[in-house]
T-cell receptor, first 112, second 116 residues
Framework: ETGVTQTPRHLVMGMTNKKSLKCEQH?????MYWYKQSAKKPLELMFV???????ENNSVPSRFSPECPNSSHLFLHLHTLQPEDSALYLC???????????FGPGTRLTVT | AQTVTQSQPEMSVQEAETVTLSCTYD???????LFWYKQPPSRQMILVIR??????QNATENRFSVNFQKAAKSFSLKISDSQLGDAAMYFC?????????????FGKGTHLIIQP
């Protein structure tokens, strides 16, 4: 695997379900990010991790819970989501705080 | 807070022609980074080009070049010799060079259509 990978690519879940999104970067980067892309809205930054430490939580509801066990892996745990949470969730990584970010292919989430 | 504005929701260009996508941004910072990303139908976000604000020279990557006007806070992307594979959503993005959030601030995007 190369670059940034995300699993699953598609996820349908009910409002009472608990699921997790996984991101893995194979680039040796030390910073990882979660973004949300909704229809007709700009990409929204959700969380930032730098050297496994969360450095940014962009006022995200607590039903989204990130986890970064090491510099290569990032998870987004989901529980009791709302239909408006349906979106494309993109993971990205970068080397250092000042470099461009490389994105994964995204997870298309549908909440029913 | 920084904002990024892309005023063209959609642009269309004939294959082999040149097209320019507009982007303006608002910031009080003097040092920052600007990027153009491409998102084809596969949804994979691909970096096209980057520009450091402290560099006066405009960045160029093959058929892609930017016109960076720092005083005007403008950062347009020029695509020369347009190809069918250039069809995609193009996003302009801003990143602070230090302090504050490390994430990117994106515009709403421009949908580029290439006419064969």
């Amino acid at each position: 695997e190369t670059g940034v990978t995300q699993t699953p690519r598609h996820l349908v879940m009910g409002m009472t379900n608990k699921k997790s999104l996984k991101c893995e970067q194979h680039l040796g980067h030390n910073a990882m990010y979660w973004y949300k892309q909704s229809a007709k809205k700009p990409l929204e930054l959700m969380f930032v991790y730098n050297f496994k430490e969360q450095t940014e939580n962009n006022s995200v509801p607590s039903r989204f819970s990130p986890e970064c066990p090491n510099s290569s892996h990032l998870f987004l745990h989901l529980h009791t989501l709302q239909p408006e949470d349906s979106a494309l969730y993109l993971c990205a990584s970068s080397q250092g705080r000042l470099a461009e970010q490389y994105f994964g292919p995204g997870t298309r989430l549908t909440v029913t | 807070a920084q904002t990024v504005t892309q005023s063209q929701p959609e642009m269309s260009v004939q294959e082999a022609e040149t097209v320019t996508l507009s982007c303006t941004y608002d910031t009080s910072e003097s040092d920052y980074y600007l990027f153009w990303y491409k998102q084809p139908p596969s949804r994979q976000m691909i970096l096209v080009i980057r520009q450091e604000a402290y560099k006066q020279q405009n960045a160029t990557e093959n058929r892609f070049s930017v016109n960076f006007q720092k005083a005007a806070k403008s950062f347009s992307l020029k695509i020369s010799d347009s190809q069918l594979g250039d069809a995609a959503m193009y996003f302009c993005a801003y990143r602070s060079s230090g302090g504050g959030a490390d994430g990117l601030t994106f515009g709403k995007g421009t949908h580029l259509i290439i006419q064969p």
